[in-house]
């Protein structure tokens, strides 16, 4: 099989519902992205346990934006739980972010999905790149919900940074526009887990990026 280029954002809270869909789901998929509601309702030995019952890298998604020793001490633990990389904000500033990458493998938020990204975020996406480039993180957030700005970013950002966007289904975004405009991954949430059958969620979707592949 092709190697995947779909996340599953695995937001839910229970431990044995997020095994099984990881289970379910696996075979489709590049990553597992937890993020704080799977990471509060089954702690962080949720990390090893997805890891160990699929075999995928793990993308913890803190969304870390504090002081950099706040970072630090955050992404210490979480590194040592087993996450593969952590998603930091880069608003904070670079010192902040440098505190997480020299932890391990990193990806800094340049722009969000939602539609109030556009009111404090959008405005400096243009620093965040230059951000981006200056750190050379493993890549990049970029909004799947907006495919022009995904190819506004990609022409900015250098060669190697890859892009990862969330905001696919059920926040509108259509994976094979996102692609085109030149995102690496896609971030898939609630049109997987939240579905009757989460498997066939994941194969759909995942025919549809090989498609562009
Ligand atoms: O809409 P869904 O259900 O497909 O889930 C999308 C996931 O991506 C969810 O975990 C959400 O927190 C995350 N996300 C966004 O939806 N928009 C963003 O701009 C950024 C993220 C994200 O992954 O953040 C990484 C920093």
């Not at 210490?76 to 990458?101: C, L, N, P, R, T």
């Not at 975004?173 to 405009?181: D, I, P, Q, T």
């Not at 690496?184 to 579905?195: E, K, N």
């Amino acid at each position: 099989m092709a190697e995947s280029r779909l996340i599953l954002a695995l937001d839910v809270y229970e431990r044995e519902r997020a095994l099984e869909i990881a289970r379910e789901t696996a075979d489709y998929l590049w990553a597992i992205k937890v993020n704080w509601p799977l990471i509060i309702g089954s702690g962080l030995d949720i990390i090893p346990e997805l890891k160990e019952e699929t075999g995928l890298p793990v993308i913890a998604d803190l969304k870390l934006a504090d002081i950099p020793n706040t970072n630090r001490l955050i992404a210490g633990k979480v590194f040592e739980a087993g996450a593969d990389y952590i998603i930091a904000h880069g608003f904070v500033g670079s010192d902040s972010v440098e505190a997480v990458m020299e932890l391990g493998k990193t990806i800094i938020v340049v722009e969000m999905s939602h539609p109030g990204a556009r009111e404090f975020i959008q405005p400096v996406t243009d620093r965040l790149i230059e951000l981006a480039n200056r750190l050379e993180p493993f890549g990049v957030i970029a909004p799947a919900t907006r495919p022009e700005r995904v190819a506004y970013i990609r022409s900015k950002l250098k060669p190697g940074i890859k892009i990862l966007t969330p905001g696919v289904g059920a926040q509108g975004g259509k994976a094979g526009e996102v692609l085109k405009a030149g995102a690496d991954y896609i971030i898939v949430g609630r049109s997987i887990y939240a579905s009757d059958n989460p498997r066939e969620s994941a194969r759909q979707i995942y025919e549809e990026v090989r498609a562009w592949s």
